[in-house]
């Protein structure tokens, strides 16, 4: 059952374990950020450039401002998430200092899943999360795309196909953007949810496009 599931992946992620998760886009892998360990495994698994930055996953708006310095209102942050989007701010000292130390910001997800969230919910701090596959290798949809990775996961949550399969768009994962600078914004990745972001952005709060 569900909650058997959600207690098992919390279960495995706290005792230092990488679990295979579902999200609104694409699936991914997720740990605790708060352990160093377990990071440097997520690097390992996926043969990651270690100065590609790994984002963090939380269940709810409110713990953001915990890991984050915001300097935006609280009402674009609930505009945008939960969903596809990860927006990329300023971390604040609660992070894990071995999590991307190569950087002052922090990208944050929140996706529009309930299982990852009751999952980052049941865990102490953030997870650390990026997506199923080998670096620079498609993103995947099923958990059998991924099946080269099994033997070093810990736990996989089957949430069966995400999207379209034969979709390209659907493989596109979050749309990142940068809010880290007051009144600005800056597309990192265009991701899946551009357009609707984009309109917030400008549209609704008056952010101005910043040079990437």
């Given amino acids: 059952g569900w909650r058997e599931a959600v207690a098992a992946a919390a279960g495995a992620l706290q005792a230092g374990g990488l679990v295979a998760v579902p999200t609104d886009t694409i699936y991914g892998v997720a740990c605790l950020a708060q352990d160093s360990g377990a990071v440097r495994s997520i690097y390992d698994l996926k043969g990651r450039n270690g100065r590609k930055p790994l984002a963090i996953c939380l269940g709810d708006v409110d713990r953001l401002y915990r890991y984050c310095h915001v300097n935006v209102p609280e009402e674009l942050l609930r505009d945008l998430l939960p969903g596809p989007v990860t927006l990329v701010l300023q971390r604040s000292e609660e992070l894990n200092k071995d999590l991307n130390p190569f950087t002052s910001l922090v990208g944050v997800r929140i996706p529009n899943h309930?299982?990852?969230?009751?999952?980052?919910?049941?865990?102490?701090?953030?997870?650390?999360?990026?997506?199923?596959?080998?670096s620079c290798q498609a993103s995947t949809l099923?958990?059998?795309?991924?099946?080269?990775?099994?033997?070093?996961?810990?736990?996989?949550?089957?949430?069966?196909?995400?999207?379209?399969?034969?979709?390209?768009?659907?493989?596109?994962?979050?749309?990142?953007?940068?809010?880290?600078?007051?009144?600005?914004?800056?597309?990192?990745?265009?991701?899946?949810?551009?357009?609707?972001?984009?309109?917030?952005?400008?549209?609704?709060?008056?952010?101005?496009?910043?040079?990437?």
Avoid: H, M
Avoid at 114 to 134: D, H, K, M, Q, Y
């Fill in 142 to 212: 099923t958990v059998t795309e991924f099946q080269d990775l099994w033997p070093q996961l810990s736990l996989i949550i089957d949430g069966g196909p995400i999207g379209d399969i034969q979709s390209p768009e659907c493989r596109l994962g979050s749309t990142v953007v940068d809010l880290s600078v007051s009144g600005r914004f800056t597309i990192i990745r265009p991701g899946c949810a551009l357009a609707p972001t984009v309109e917030i952005l400008r549209q609704k709060y008056g952010l101005v496009p910043g040079s990437s």
């Fill in 114 to 134: 309930p299982f990852i969230r009751e999952v980052a919910r049941a865990c102490p701090g953030p997870l650390a999360l990026t997506s199923a596959n080998i």
